[in-house]
């Protein structure tokens, strides 16, 4: 079945004995330009192939016809919901590669700016997850709040969508002096909210009934899958690399991993229903330790060069463990970049997931890994 299945003409449905098999996108908008083909026998999924590739923009080729500051705003598109945490590996790798490191403000002025992206990722994540789940409200409800901090973006950054506001040396500018009031009052507003959201929608028994026992991994398969970010903690395995290997100044600061064993698409939904009560934590934190002083290394930034060689570094991006391999050969533009995301290596979790399950289950499933095909493909 898998060889016919692969030789589908799209979209046509095929029938093969008592086997239909499907094409879940890539035209459905909640695939997100994403292609899977699922193969029932009745309802049950005895086979479901992802077939990426539909958005592949060969952003890691276009670096190398870029400056390393030119490929800041570029990389940012791959990942448009978590601009921040798919650009913070590639000014650390590239810092490390011209020997230089960012003044402490900077530091903590990075962490302020990914964690909102992590916030307004995760809640990007929830309201499609709502629709996905037949819950309206949960589309409304997150989107609406997410503009909150897409506004706090925009206020450290001066754009709402893609900043580009980390770049080698440190930061583009300093925090506006009402900056601190206003992220107080949005973080005031939306913890109460997290209780509605709660009430609402993880506690709703339809949720619940869709969610609860659906598309469980247990944690040995998770690491043996590699799988990595809230899909992995929602396995019980709590791995991040904020912990694990801290960065900028994440050691100084204090903030839970929440984790649940349950391994399935509550457990993996409620880890990033934690996740962003702690990042509001976190940059709370980061504001009140930050210290006075310069927020941007003195640096060429058009014209800087890195010595020839190579390095690597990864951080926790809101989908999971993000990383970087960049080599210089000495010029002002890198010779190779290569970027390893955490969409394309929870990909695999798609089909060993949902093979076995029914298809009505299959949107649960999916959305429940926050797989972002534009960052897979990159």
Not at 33 to 54: K, M, N, T
Not at 134 to 150: A, N, Y
Not at 197 to 214: A, E, H, M, T
Not at 371 to 376: G, L
Request: charged share 20%; hydrophobic share 40%; proline share 8%.
């Amino acid at each position: 079945m898998t060889s016919v299945a692969r030789s589908l003409p799209f979209p046509t449905e095929v029938i093969v004995g008592d086997k239909l098999s499907i094409s879940i996108g890539p035209q459905h908008p909640g695939s997100g330009h994403f292609r899977i083909i699922v193969v029932l026998e009745g309802d049950i999924v005895s086979e479901a192939i992802p077939d990426p590739g539909y958005v592949h923009r060969g952003a890691e080729k276009m670096c190398e016809f870029r400056n390393f500051v030119q490929n800041v705003p570029m990389l940012e598109r791959t990942t448009l919901p978590d601009a921040n945490g798919i650009i913070f590996p590639y000014i650390l790798a590239v810092e490390e590669l011209m020997g230089i490191q960012a003044p402490p403000r900077a530091q903590y002025l990075r962490i302020i700016s990914a964690e909102l992206n992590r916030i307004v990722s995760h809640l990007y994540w929830l309201g499609i997850y709502g629709v996905f789940l037949g819950h309206s409200t949960m589309f409304l409800w997150p989107m609406g709040d997410r503009e909150l901090f897409m506004d706090l973006i925009q206020t450290v950054g001066g754009t709402r969508v893609t900043p580009s506001y980390i770049i080698p040396g440190g930061a583009r500018n300093d925090l506006p002096d009402n900056f601190k009031d206003k992220a107080l009052k949005a973080f005031g507003y939306f913890e109460r909210r997290l209780k509605e959201y709660d009430r609402i929608f993880f506690s709703n028994p339809l949720v619940l009934k869709r969610s609860q026992g659906v598309g469980v991994l247990k944690r040995s398969e998770a690491i043996a899958l590699g799988i990595t970010g809230p899909n992995l903690r929602g396995s019980g395995l709590k791995s991040d690399t904020r912990k694990d290997e801290p960065y900028s100044m994440y050691e100084t600061l204090d903030f839970d991993i929440p984790s649940y064993p349950d391994g399935d698409c509550w457990a993996r939904g409620m880890v990033r229903f934690h996740e962003l009560y702690w990042s509001m934590q976190i940059i709370k934190q980061a504001v009140e330790k930050m210290p006075s002083g310069p927020f941007r290394s003195r640096l060429p930034l058009l014209t800087a060069r890195a010595p020839a060689g190579e390095a690597v570094a990864r951080t926790e991006a809101a989908r999971g463990c993000m990383s970087y391999y960049v080599v210089s050969d000495g010029t002002s533009k890198p010779y190779r970049v290569r970027v390893s995301v955490p969409s394309f290596r929870n990909m695999i979790g798609i089909p060993y997931l949902l093979k076995g399950g029914h298809l009505a289950d299959v949107p649960a499933i999916y959305w429940s890994l926050d797989y972002w095909p534009v960052e897979a493909d990159k």
